[in-house]
């Protein structure tokens, strides 16, 4: 019968609000000094209860960092900042491999195709080179698992967007105990064959072939994951 009442935001989060929105703005740069919190609530006309909160609120999110002996500064939001973030949020569990794995295909589908299109003779190099040494350290699981994250780092610099490797090394950093199991399981030699096809295709700028190659290299990844879980859940259950 009645609507619920839309809650007001908190009169700290809207002085939070305020100082980003003049932080994104531009109108304070990185490392500049920020009023004093006595001096920001004469500015927005709050308490320094107030502003103490709000000024915490944009500290939890890397946007201000308090510095002994010289206050609020406007810190850098870089992109370590975001790698470490969003793969802290993917490895906490709440979002399952079916997820990650959706996002990767389209992401790392398109990459391989820019990658072709782009590639330079010494991007092709090194992801030669790191194939290679993946297929001399096959025989170690932990080292061939950091090659394997490795070589879809190389594609994401190939790319030469850096957002790309921002988001790679978001989700790949995620999947790094996925990549253990299957190599671990048995799968590199199907891995590396794959990586082989991918780094043709791009080496011979063929944009299409590299976006089939990863888009078989991922499938295959994902069904050799599904039946792993498969045989584990049923091996825990007998």
Do not use: C, Y
Request: charged share 30%; hydrophobic share 45%.
């Amino acid at each position: 019968m009645f609507e619920h009442v839309a809650r007001e935001p908190r009169l700290s989060d809207k002085v939070a609000e305020m100082m980003l929105e003049t932080i994104l703005s531009n109108r304070l740069n990185v490392g500049d000094r920020l009023p004093s919190e006595r001096e920001l609530g004469e500015q927005f006309g709050v308490s320094r209860t107030v502003v103490r909160e709000a000024v915490r609120a944009l500290v939890a999110k890397g946007v201000i960092e308090v510095r002994s002996g010289s206050g609020l500064r406007v810190a850098a939001v870089d992109a370590d900042s975001v790698r470490e973030s969003m793969s802290l949020f993917l490895r906490g569990g709440e979002i399952d491999f079916e997820k990650v794995n959706e996002v990767r295909s389209h992401l790392e589908v398109h990459m391989a195709g820019l990658a072709a299109e782009r590639a330079t003779e010494a991007d092709v190099a090194l992801l030669r080179e790191i194939h290679t040494q993946m297929e001399d350290e096959s025989f170690d699981v932990e080292a061939a698992a950091r090659d394997d994250l490795e070589f879809h780092r190389r594609i994401a610099l190939a790319t030469h967007n850096e957002l790309f490797l921002v988001l790679m090394d978001s989700i790949g950093a995620a999947l790094i105990d996925i990549r253990r199991a299957n190599l671990g399981s048995g799968s590199t030699p199907m891995t590396l064959s794959q990586h082989e096809a991918v780094l043709d295709a791009i080496q011979a700028g063929d944009a299409a072939a590299a976006r089939d190659a990863m888009a078989a290299h991922l499938d295959g990844v994902a069904s050799w994951w599904r039946e792993h879980m498969a045989t584990a859940a049923q091996a825990a259950a007998e």
